[in-house]
């Protein structure tokens, strides 16, 4: 089973996930983008965001290779919607990758929790409009997903009904 949480920055993305890897035994692709810029101390320029998706394609096929259950913190759905907005165009191969991968469910988050500063982040007023962009790439590729929302609580009272989770 392979599960992929998508959506605006500070999200809960990663909190999730690595919630899911844990409790549940999932396999974590992290994200790759803030291990790369952290280890960089850069402002990403468009090669920086190509390389970055190609990093997290990497992780992922690597992950579907080696383990059953797989969840990731994003995957290339953001780097597509990356390169739109801050560079107007997107590789073909990037686009291809992602709408040939297969996911049986992407967990959209919703951006209705308060947004945290971090010097990677850098739309906290554009959260809504972002997330539109996501659930109609969504739509348009027919992938399938859920819309996780709410409090900490009920995000993971959401994808543990989904998954059909015991409480931990």
């Not at 906290?124 to 972002?130: G, N, Q, S, V």
């Not at 790439?137 to 995000?155: C, F, H, M, T």
Request: charged share 30%.
């Amino acid at each position: 089973m392979k599960i992929v949480f998508t959506g605006p920055e500070s999200t809960g993305k990663s909190i999730i996930s690595s919630w899911l890897s844990t409790t549940s035994g999932f396999y974590l692709v992290p994200e790759i983008a803030r291990p790369y810029l952290e280890s960089r101390n850069i402002i990403p320029q468009y090669h920086d965001v190509w390389e970055i998706g190609l990093l997290q394609y990497w992780e992922e096929m690597y992950a579907q290779q080696h383990f059953s259950d797989v969840v990731c913190d994003t995957d290339l759905l953001t780097i597509i919607i990356w390169m739109e907005e801050k560079f107007g165009r997107c590789e073909a191969f990037i686009e291809e990758r992602w709408r040939n991968s297969i996911a049986d469910m992407y967990m959209l988050c919703r951006p209705d929790i308060p947004w945290e500063p971090d010097p990677l982040r850098e739309n906290p007023y554009d959260r809504d409009r972002l997330f539109d962009i996501h659930k109609s790439k969504l739509n348009d590729a027919g992938k399938p997903y859920r819309i996780i929302e709410g409090d900490w609580s009920n995000r993971k009272k959401l994808v543990r009904d989904y998954l059909n989770l015991q409480d931990k």
